[in-house]
């Protein structure tokens, strides 16, 4: 004899195998349609149809998150695009003003005579440089560090080109002064020594006392000397009884200076010739006592001590026969 729950199995498994008719009336009147099905198969096509269902609509949702990622994705792409450009557009920008720096230092360097050279030059600019970097706190939201550190660096260089082109334009103002008045050593190579000063001296012929009207430079016979700033030859001739073979050469400012014992001349009446340009050779020709220059500086119609002049690019000890001239 069958148990209750197993009856109750039993009755529920027949329920289910039972069969339920379906008919469909057209409205047209036409045929009825009959058919029948258990309730077993209803409740698995009814599964069936909610599985579908779960499905299409999960690959729909599915679907729509990955289009709204590929969306966030081109979306980010062209951010970092736009982000690289800006950034080569930085570079481009931050190249040509460290070359148009480059082009202002170089040129502020080459003025300053051995500045290049100097220690630890380098190291102070590029620390400089950092600090300014590092001082300007305002930057921009939503850029890159990269782009901000670059723009910093570029307003760094495009602050720093102005200033060095006015020093290099004072600096080569200087230069020119300097190019026009006698300051430039007149032995080549630096050579020389001061035998006799600027001042009352004994005359080595005469005897008696007298102004020397320059300075005495001693040395080898045929050393070249130089003209000691720009100027234009306004005479080139031999005396016998004073200068022997000379030189006078006009200047900027109303300044002249005289070359003379010179054992020949290298420049004629109305050469132009730039400081350091070669006048003449050492020697001993007119009224001397042993191969040197005497050189002489005149402003206007005054002659002048050569010495301060010639110390504005010189080093030399102003002790007649003791001074050992160096550049």
Avoid: C
């Amino acid at each position: 004899m069958l148990t209750a729950p197993l009856r109750a199995v039993v009755a529920l498994g027949s329920s289910l195998w039972q069969g339920i008719t379906v008919k469909i009336v057209p409205y047209s009147g036409s045929r009825v349609l009959n058919f029948r099905v258990n309730v077993l198969t209803v409740i698995f096509v009814g599964l069936l149809v909610s599985l579908l269902g779960s499905s299409i609509f999960y690959l729909s949702a599915s679907t729509a998150d990955a289009g709204a990622t590929l969306d966030r994705r081109a979306s980010e792409l062209e951010e970092a695009k736009a982000s690289l450009e800006a950034i080569l557009t930085e570079v481009t920008d931050l190249a040509q003003r460290a070359s148009s720096l480059q082009n202002a230092m170089t040129g502020t360097m080459e003025t300053f005579v051995g500045l290049g050279q100097t220690p630890g030059l380098n190291s102070r600019v590029e620390s400089g440089a950092i600090e300014l970097i590092g001082a300007d706190s305002n930057s921009r939201s939503g850029e890159l560090p990269e782009i901000e550190e670059l723009r910093r660096l570029s307003a760094v260089l495009r602050g720093s080109v102005e200033p060095l082109k006015r020093i290099d334009a004072v600096l080569s103002s200087h230069n020119e002064v300097l190019s026009a008045i006698p300051n430039k050593w007149p032995v080549a190579g630096g050579r020389g020594r001061v035998t006799q000063e600027f001042g009352p001296h004994l005359h080595p012929f005469t005897g008696q006392w007298y102004l020397h009207r320059g300075i005495d430079i001693a040395d080898t016979p045929g050393v070249p000397i130089l003209a000691t700033a720009d100027g234009r030859v306004t005479r080139a001739a031999y005396d016998q009884y004073n200068h022997g073979w000379h030189v006078i050469l006009e200047h900027k400012y109303g300044f002249k200076t005289v070359y003379s014992h010179l054992r020949r001349n290298t420049v004629s009446e109305g050469d132009v010739v730039k400081q350091g340009d070669q006048v003449g050779t050492l020697g001993s020709s007119g009224l001397s006592t042993g191969p040197h220059l005497h050189f002489e500086i005149h402003l206007g119609e005054n002659v002048i001590d050569p010495a301060p002049f010639l110390k504005i690019s010189n080093e030399f000890q102003r002790r007649a026969g003791r001074g050992r001239v160096a550049r």
